[in-house]
């Protein structure tokens, strides 16, 4: 970090991390592990940590009780559960989502790899094994959550809810004018659950990072098209990982995810207006995470 001059990094749960356990008492026993680890570090530098908290979403009741044990602090989810997929657009989550509103806390969704079923031989992605991952799966598995968790009618009911999406919003400002066009076009906008439009919700609940997404024309779009204050400088989802292996927990920094240098040296190349670049590199965290920084 001082080496390449990063002030400040939030800790967090790599993935699968506790969407990865199909056992929902395990998953529950390793995000309160996780986040009793995480406090603990943080709390020998808090100065230059903070931490994201892990959360199982097998039970929306016990994930919003989970959240409210880790301080308050924001949560980092991963998308799915387990063997199987389980959505967050659903009503049985809006006791979480009630939580989340009432802490005043940002909830970042990061993509998870494919679970067992889908890498099995000849599905979509078990022939084209070389799809998977960062560069293609990812975004097309999060995005379409994203715009299921939109469009659902929660954040009608919880307008205070933020959600942080990564990869600069996992290509959904590249289709936002198009997503917004269709569903308000008159065969959708009388049957869709939701009282606005994609555009509308961008702009009001959710904020971008450019972690793993190191494109200058990329930011400069997304800023255009969603606002400054939206848009936040990343390295890595969570700026630096920790890997969970059983219950071993282990700690490295971001490879193999993003290297801390590249991340950097774009960073440092990215002409921006000063008070721009300000914005994006730190003051939009630190109004987002409640970072003990000066704003």
Same mark, same amino acid.
């Given at each position: 970090?001082?080496?390449?001059?990063?002030?400040?990094?939030?800790?967090?749960?790599?993935?699968?991390?506790?969407?990865?356990?199909?056992?929902?008492?395990?998953?529950?026993?390793?995000?309160?592990?996780?986040?009793?680890?995480?406090?603990?570090?943080?709390?020998?530098?808090?100065a230059?940590?903070?931490?994201?908290?892990?959360?199982?979403?097998?039970?929306?009741?016990?994930?919003?009780?989970?959240?409210?044990?880790?301080?308050?602090?924001?949560?980092?989810?991963?998308?799915a559960?387990?063997?199987?997929?389980?959505?967050?657009?659903?009503?049985?989550? +809006?006791?979480?989502?009630?939580?989340?509103?009432?802490?005043?806390?940002?909830?970042?969704?990061?993509?998870?790899?494919?679970?067992?079923?889908?890498?099995?031989?000849?599905?979509?992605?078990?022939?084209?094994?070389?799809?998977?991952?960062?560069?293609?799966?990812?975004?097309?598995d999060?995005?379409?959550?994203?715009?299921?968790?939109?469009?659902?009618?929660?954040?009608?009911?919880?307008?205070?809810?933020?959600?942080?999406?990564?990869?600069?919003?996992?290509?959904? $400002?590249?289709?936002?004018?198009?997503?917004?066009?269709?569903?308000?076009?008159?065969?959708?906008k +009388?049957?869709?659950?939701?009282? !606005?439009?994609?555009?509308?919700?961008?702009?009001?609940?959710?904020?971008?990072?450019?972690?793993?997404?190191?494109?200058? $024309?990329?930011?400069?779009?997304?800023?255009?098209?969603?606002?400054?204050?939206?848009?936040?400088?990343?390295?890595?989802?969570?700026?630096?990982?920790?890997?969970?292996?059983?219950?071993e927990?282990?700690?490295y920094?971001?490879?193999?995810?993003?290297?801390?240098?590249?991340? !950097?040296?774009?960073?440092?190349?990215?002409?921006?207006?000063?008070?721009?670049?300000?914005?994006?590199?730190?003051?939009?965290?630190?109004?987002?995470f409640?970072? $003990?920084?000066?704003?």
């Open positions: 970090m001082d080496e390449h001059g990063v002030d400040y990094m939030l800790l967090s749960l790599t993935s699968p991390g506790c969407q990865g356990e199909s056992d929902p008492v395990a998953a529950r026993t390793m995000a309160r592990d996780a986040n009793d680890y995480l406090a603990a570090e943080v709390g020998k530098n808090p230059r940590f903070g931490a994201l908290a892990a959360l199982s979403m097998h039970d929306p009741a016990e994930a919003a009780g989970e959240l409210r044990r880790a301080g308050g602090g924001a949560g980092d989810v991963w998308g559960e387990g063997d199987g997929k389980i959505y967050y657009d659903t009503a049985e989550y +809006d006791e979480f989502w009630a939580t989340v509103q009432e802490l005043d806390v940002p909830i970042y969704f990061h993509p998870r790899y494919r679970i067992k079923q889908d890498l099995a031989p000849e599905t979509r992605y078990g022939s084209r094994k070389h799809l998977v991952g960062a560069g293609v799966s990812f975004h097309l999060l995005s379409w959550h994203v715009y299921a968790v939109l469009s659902s009618g929660m954040l009608d009911r919880y307008p205070g809810v933020k959600l942080v999406v990564g990869h600069l919003g996992e290509g959904i $400002p590249f289709n936002l004018w198009r997503a917004s066009h269709w569903i308000n076009h008159p065969f959708k +009388d049957v869709r659950p939701c009282k !606005q439009d994609y555009r509308y919700y961008f702009t009001h609940n959710v904020f971008i990072t450019t972690s793993g997404f190191f494109s200058t $024309p990329g930011l400069k779009f997304c800023i255009n098209e969603i606002g400054l204050e939206r848009c936040l400088y990343s390295i890595g989802n969570g700026y630096l990982h920790h890997i969970a292996s059983s219950r927990l282990k700690f920094a971001d490879t193999p995810y993003e290297n801390v240098k590249e991340g !950097q040296d774009w960073w440092k190349s990215v002409d921006l207006p000063e008070n721009e670049k300000e914005a994006v590199g730190r003051r939009n965290a630190i109004r987002l409640k970072l $003990p920084l000066e704003d």
